[in-house]
């Protein structure tokens, strides 16, 4: 069965130093993976996406993703903090049938 | 605005009521998806309806119930709620994209059971 694992809960930057959010996966084939954004009070918005092509993945507001199948990892960061990327962010893996497994979500502090 | 309206933004209730909540997908996208976001649970996928046919069920509970209609609208239907239903409810729609199929979320519907 698919799965993610976020691995850390909360994170705390101050703004423009760099953003590092970890996420493992697990697939028993090739996944999609997806980084997935939630504002306060706000619906779900899409990243990034990677789906088998290139392994590094740019996406909105600047942040970026690599995909290393020998680590199962999918990383999500970003050069730069701002204070708009405080937020809650999902690593999200799809499954067989398409449906969208989430992580449990890194709440990101960004500190002036 | 991400295309996909759902409605109503907020309701609260009391335990035992029903509850219908709304989702309008995004033109052009045949699949809709419900999941339900708690804060002791995260997000969980509910089901998936692609073009008025049931696809993929997941943590859905028996006094839980949709369905997806023929102009793509889909309903959310919760009964004898209780306390622990208190959830943020999210409706996504679904095209796919260079071989991901890409999922854009509505709002949610913040369902508060008192």
């Known amino acids: 069965a698919q799965s993610v694992t976020q691995l850390d809960s909360h994170v705390s930057v101050s703004e423009g130093t760099p953003v590092l959010l970890r996420c493992n996966y697990s697939s028993s084939y090739s996944p999609s993976l997806f980084w997935y954004v939630q504002h306060p009070n706000k619906g779900l918005q899409l990243l990034l996406k990677?789906?088998?092509?290139?392994?590094l993945v740019k996406g909105i507001n600047g942040f970026e993703a690599e995909f290393k199948k020998s680590e199962t990892s999918f990383h999500l960061t970003k050069p730069s903090a701002h204070m708009s990327d405080a937020a809650e962010y999902f690593c999200?893996?799809?499954?067989?049938?398409?449906?969208?497994?989430f992580g449990t979500g890194t709440r990101l502090q960004v500190f002036p | 605005d991400s295309g996909v309206t759902q409605t109503p933004k907020h309701l609260i209730t009391a335990t035992g009521q029903r509850v219908t909540l709304r989702c309008s997908p995004r033109s052009g996208d045949l699949s809709v998806y419900w999941y339900q976001q708690s804060l002791d649970q995260g997000l969980q996928f509910l089901i998936q309806?692609?073009?008025?046919?049931?696809?993929a069920k997941g943590n859905i509970l028996e006094r839980f119930s949709a369905q997806q209609f023929p102009d793509l609208h889909s309903e959310l239907n919760l009964s004898s709620l209780e306390l622990g239903d208190s959830a943020l409810y999210f409706c996504?729609?679904?095209?796919?994209?260079?071989?991901?199929?890409?999922?854009?979320f509505g709002a949610g519907s913040r369902l508060t059971v008192l």
């Open positions: 990677y789906t088998s092509a290139a392994t």
């Open positions: 309806y692609y073009n008025g046919e049931e696809r």
């Open positions: 996504a729609s679904s095209v796919v994209v260079t071989g991901a199929n890409v999922l854009t």
């Open positions: 999200v893996v799809s499954d067989w049938a398409d449906k969208l497994i």
